[in-house]
Structures are given as C-alpha cells and as structure tokens.
C-alpha cells in the first residue's frame, strides 16, 4: 500500500504588467521574493509533520491513524503493522495526505487477523527512509465487574465506604446510583472517587437505601449488583481511638494523568487527616486539593510528583495519631534533549551524529538506517549508552537517513538526520596489493603498489593499524611518503594478530580504503617476573608475583626453583599455572641462606629468571631472643613456636622505629613519669642499674594488665633489657646472657605498667640516655586531642585522662 506525493505541477503565467508599470514594481518584488539559500533547506529534509498515536477502536466502526510528512518530492508513504508492510486492500484505505484509514475494525475471528497491533508510517524519497513512531491500536473492552458492592451498616454521624473495580478500553466513566436514581453530586457528604469508590460522611437517616455501581465506555456500559446502606440510631458518644479504615494505594501513572489518594479515618472525636511526603519534601499546593475528608488529589502529575505518600489521622488536641502509606511512581514518555543534526561529510572521514533523550523510566536508544535497525561493527560505533553513533572511512553506501528512536514504558519518539557523503572528481583509487610479513615479535612490514588511476596528486599514504580483536575506535594511524611504497610497523606485541589498510591522500581528499589484511607478530619468550619474597617464620617464605593470565593462552605459566646457597644442585622446576601469584616454600633450613628463581615460559621457551637471595637466619635468632611474653601469666612452655616467632619480628620492628625516633628528636627526648617519684629522679643517683625500675612506663598497656601488674608489683628488669639490646658500639661483642627465671616477666614490647593514679602523672625532660629505654614499648603519653601531634611544653602538665574524652549527652527523664 502506498502513494506517491507529485513534484508541485507549474504555476500558469504570470499576467503582462505594462511597461511603465514595471520599474515601480521591480523594487517591491525583489524584497518580497524570497533570499535563495545554498543547499536544501529544512524543509527539504525527510521528516514527519503529524505522527501516528496510540488509539481505542470501536469494533465495527471506522478509525483513521494520521500521517504527515514533509521533504522533497516526489515521497512514497506506506504503512507497517508489527514491523511488516501492510499490502493494499479493500479493507484499508491510504489517504492522499499519507493518513491510513481502517473501514471495519475488526478482531480475530474465523480466522480472519485482527486490526489491533503496532502500527509505523514509512516514508520515502531519493534521499532515504524514515519511520514514525510507533502507535499502539487496541480495541476498546468491557469485561464484567470483578468487584461488586457491599452492603454496609453505619451508624447516624459516621462513614460509610461503597467500591466497584472493573477493567476496560478506554477506561470505564464510573458513576452511582441510589435506588436506581444517579447520586446527587452537588452534596458535600457524597464524594466520587475515580477509581469507583463512593464514600459517604455524616451518616443520615436518609442516606439508607440500594446503591449500584455504573461503569460506561466506548465499547458497552454495566451496572454492578446492588448494596443495601443501613443506618442506624445515633452513637454513643463514647471516646474511640482514631483508626484508618483505608490508606491509599500504591499508584503507577503517566505524566498529566490525575492521582487519587484515598484516605478515609474514623474516630471519636472525629480525628484530622493530613499528608506529607516520607522524605520530608513539601507536597505543593498546585494541582493540589482535599477531596472529601481526606482525600488526595494531584492533578496533572509531573515526574517530581513521584514518592511515598503518608495519611496521618490525628485525635484532636491530643499527639495520638495512626499512619498509613502508599507509593506514587510517574512515569514520562521518551523526548528528546539534543536532536541528530544532518551532515555533509568528504568521503574517508568520519561521521557524528548524537541524540540524548530523557524519560522515566531511562528510555532506551537505537538507530535506524533508512528504517532497518543499525547495530554495531565494522565502521560503525555505538558510545554513552547508544545517544552517539559514529561511522569512520564513510563511503557512498553510507549516504542515507539515520533515525535515533527512544522508547520506554510510557511511550517512543523518534528523531532524524541525514547523512550526505561529498565525493570529488578526479580522486585515486585504494592501494592495491597490500601485504604484511611479521619481521619479529614487535615488527611487521607492510607493502602495497600504488592506485591504478589519478595518482599525480597523490601527497601521500596513511597507513591505518589496530589489533585484530580489538574495536574499531581503538585503531591509529601512521603517515608515509609518497614515494615509499613500504613501511615498517614497530612497538607491537608479540603473538598478537594486527589488521592494516591504507588510503592515499591528496590535496582535495583521500582515496578509498584498501582491502584490510591480516598479520601476527612472532611470538618471544616472556620477560622477567617481578618477584617479592617474605618470610614467613624460620621455616618457612612467601613468594609474590604478579599473575599472567595472558600465559595460559600461550602454552605457559612459571617455574620455581629454589636451593641453599651452599649447595649446587636446585629444587625444582615447581610448575605453577599463569593464574597464580604467590607459593610458600616451607620446611627449610632456619640456618641457611636460600637462593630463589622464578621464570616465566609458553610455547617458544623459558624467559629470563628473576634471582633473589633471602636469609633465614635472623628470624631465627630473633626467636630465640624473644620468647613468648608472659603477658596473659602462662608458663613459658606452654607459648607455641609461632607465638614467639611473631612478637620477636615485632619487637625488631618496634625497635626500627624507636631509632628513628631517636634520630629526629636529637639529643632531647621525653619520657612519661610520675610525679609521686620525681625527687627520685633529678638529680639521678648512682648508676642506671640502680635506679628505681618503676618510674618506667610502657605507654598503650591494656587496663587490665595495669591493675594485675600492681596486684602482683613486678617491675623492669633493666639488666634484662640492656643484655637483650646492648648499648651502641656493642655490635660484635660477645654476649653472654644468663638463664632467664621462667617465673620472670618476658622483656618485652608487652611488659606492663606499674600501678600509678593517671592524675598524678606528667611529663618532664630529661636527659636521653636517663629516658631512652632499651625496649621500643618506651614511649611518650599521647597529647591531648587538642594540642595535637607534639607534646606539653616545659612547664606544663598534662589534663587528666578523663578530660579526653567526650561526655555522652545526658539522656531524657
């Protein structure tokens, strides 16, 4: 089915003006002509003036879906249903305007197809195609009501609630009948839900009565069953809680639909019913109106009005209130932000067209290339979810009308643009025998001969490269003289495939692309992994690499070895796969100094070893030094092997960074003390080793080891410590050390305090080498939160510890 729309057929003669006539008139209709313009202008484009909508058909009857296009003639309409053009019968009429008219609706039946589906107007003209949106014809329906009054009894003052439900196309106008006679809208005690509720407030006598419900449309009308209301003799009077016989209901609608939130609450006395938004944003005032005693009405909905609703009923005077809820979601059809422009571009180049379209839900995007669905591939890219399309290297076969169509649940649109490809005379040909031969593992040469024709003005080559397996818009290109004929492609990988074309360029534009060709790289032994080793105890190391996915494709993966320096021989090769990045070696000598390659391989051999030498014998004397703490009053024998492998590395470390510390703060240093013992310390008296241990504190010990340690008054063992970690210049010395009591507290970071008032203390200076402990648990209080990182001044004394900390709020009686 189509029509063909005539070039405009010619004007008759202009009359003949009479020559004195004509200078005067010459002027005037130079300004009214029009000023010419260069190209087609906007109306020339192929576009649609009027677009087919959704519609309700009665069956039987006639119904017309309206098109109208504008563009250069002559254009060719037709019509899609479901995405098949429909054939010319006697039961469908195209219009002379493009406008489709169905004489008979019709359903399925006997076989014969019904008219209701989605239907597109098509049209055409030599510059390409373009298809309208889609419209959605269905019959309109009546089916029974699935939901029928019922009868009621209310008391004289109350509420009484009546409701039908009942689907149809259109949808059904409900109205309300009492005693077969239509409800008086005009009474304020009578209010009409759209939904088919009739609610009823103030109870009167005269309210009793049989109430049906009428539902109407296109299609048929039905009446419901009838409900009989009674009311009864006036309440008692008595106090009720306030109740909410129905909240509303969760609501979906399209934007400039109404919503209707019922709320119907019964109390005595009788309670306030108002809204609010659950996340606290005002509800507005317009569009909006109580309906009722408590219903809400939004007309004209936007996407703004979409969230969760809450009914409130409130007992006057009082805070005693009941809640209920329901969720407004607002969806918007698809519309277009930034419509595609239409572009003229040189042949080679590349084209851009973008669209963004905005709805709710997010609508999504596709293109449409003179009508068929355009995906991508080749030279054809799809970015930021679709909204841009590009073509590279564009062509003749390129030149068409592309269309961007949103579409959401709510509704599509569609918009186009038309591509015009500038091709200009006398341009060469693509090059022609273009080859590639792998020189290594990171170089291919590729050779081609030059155009057959116009190849004077040739300026010179582009050669274009990307890998085989990777998007077109990750290709790059490389210029070569137009004397050279070959080129070399370096800084590839190697074992990987590339793709090549090239185009010649001259000075009015380039060429088409030559026939793209294939070449792989050679392949190469991998490169040296990155290794890390960590020692685990005096047993044992971890070993730390990177993984290599990449090995698995080549027939590859890593090789360990690894053997006492001492020895000749390796153990090994351990065969792991590319995936993995660590191994633990495990069971070795506590003395030794250990040798460790690591060494990637894959089908053309092994790659160069990463060497790494590591020592086991310092964790070991580590171990030894520092036992297990008697920090929790366990006997010595009963600490395990890792337990005394731990705090040994961390004491070494403590260690570390108690030197460092030393080293900025100079010859100055601090020290916590306790005022209850400072005569003891200035001026100091007799050597170090006699000084009263106690005035050293470890900061950071637990509260519970503090009051258990001045339970049991242990205190440093300063010639412990010192034997642990001799003085400076000591290295290299022999160290005797005695046999320590197991009875004694192990010298370490976790030795406790003595028991002191935290009240008390202060910090004083003194000299370093009265300050400095040999233990890395020696160290300044923290300062105050509000003096930051440095410590109190001479002079000064610290706040109690209670004052650092934040007094929780009193709570409320």
Sequence with gaps: MAVQRAASPRRPPAPRWPRLLLPLLLPLLLLLLPAPSEGLGHSAELAFAVEPSDDVAVPGQPIVLDCKVEGTPPVRITWRKNGVELPESTHSTLLANGSLMIHHFRLERGGSPSDEGDYECVAQNRFGLVVSRKARIQAATMSDFHVHPQATVGEEGGVARFQCQIH???????????????????????????????????????????????????????????ARLTVSGSGSGAYKEPAILVGPENLTLTVHQTAVLECVA????????????????????????????????????????????????????????????????VQAPAEFVQHPQSISRPAGTTAMFTCQAQGEPPPHVTWLKNGQVLGPGGHVRLKNNNSTLTISGIGPEDEAIYQCVAENSAGSSQASARLTVLWAEGLP?????????????????????????????IIGYVLHIRKAADPPELEYQEAVSKSTFQHLVSDLEPSTAYSFYIKAYTPRGASSAS??????????????????????????????????????????????????????????????????SSYNLSQLDPTAVYEVKLLAYNQHGD???????????????????????????EEAANQTSTTGIVIGIHIGVTCIIFCVLFLLFGQRGRVLLCKDVENQLSPPQGPRSQRDPGILA???????????????????????????????????????????????????EETQLSTLPLQG?????????????????????????????????????????????????????
């Design 761 to 813: 203390c202060g910090l004083m200076e003194g000299k370093t080498a009265e300050a400095t402990a040999p233990c890395a648990g020696l160290a300044a209080a923290p300062p105050p939160p509000d003096r930051g990182p440095g410590l109190l001044g001479e002079g000064q004394t610290a706040r109690p510890a209670e004052a650092w900390v934040t007094q929780p709020a009193h709570s409320e009686q």
């Design 266 to 329: 019964t109390g005595n006395p009788r309670p306030i019913v108002s809204w609010s938004r659950l996340d606290g944003r005002p509800i507005g005032v317009e569009g909006i109106q109580v309906l009722g005693t408590g219903n809400l009405i939004i007309s004209d909905v936007t996407v703004q009005h979409s969230g969760v609703y809450v009914c409130a009923a409130n007992r006057p005077g009082t805070r005693v209130r009941r809640t209920a809820q329901g969720r407004l979601v």
């Design 515 to 580: 026939v793209p060709t294939l070449a792989s790289t050679l392949g190469e032994a991998p490169a040296p992994p990155p290794l890390s080793v960590r020692v685990l105890g005096s047993s044992s190391l971890q070993l730390l690499w990177e993984p290599w996915p990449r090995l698995a494709q080549h027939e590859g993966g890593f090789k360990l070895f690894y053997r006492p320096a001492s020895k000749t021989s390796f153990t090994g090769p351990i065969l792991l796969p590319g995936t993995v």
């Design 698 to 748: 470890l900061n950071g010990a637990r509260r519970g080891e503090r009051g258990q340690l001045g339970r049991d008054e242990k205190h440093v063992d300063m010639k412990e410590l010192e034997q642990l970690f001799p003085p400076a210049g000591a290295a290299g010395q022999p160290d005797p050390r005695p046999t320590q009591d197991p009875a004694a507290p192990a010298p370490c």
């Design 607 to 633: 790659g160069n070893a990463t060497v790494r030498f590591v020592s086991l014998r310092g964790a070991s004397e580590r171990t030894a030094l520092s036992p297990p703490c008697d920090c929790r009053k």
């Design 429 to 457: 040909g693509p090059p022609r025998n273009v080859q590639a031969v792998s020189v290594s593992s990171t170089e291919v040469r590729v050779s081609w001969s030059e155009p057959l024709a116009n190849t004077k003005e």
């Design 168 to 226: 149809g196309l259109p949808e059904p106008l409900i109205t309300w009948e009492k005693n077969r006679v239509p409800i008086d809208t005009d009474n304020e005690r009578y209010t009409l839900l759209p939904k088919g509720v009739l609610q009823i407030t103030g109870l009167r006598a005269e309210d009793s009565g049989i109430f049906h419900c009428v539902a109407s449309n296109i299609a048929s009308i039905r009446i419901s069953h009838g």
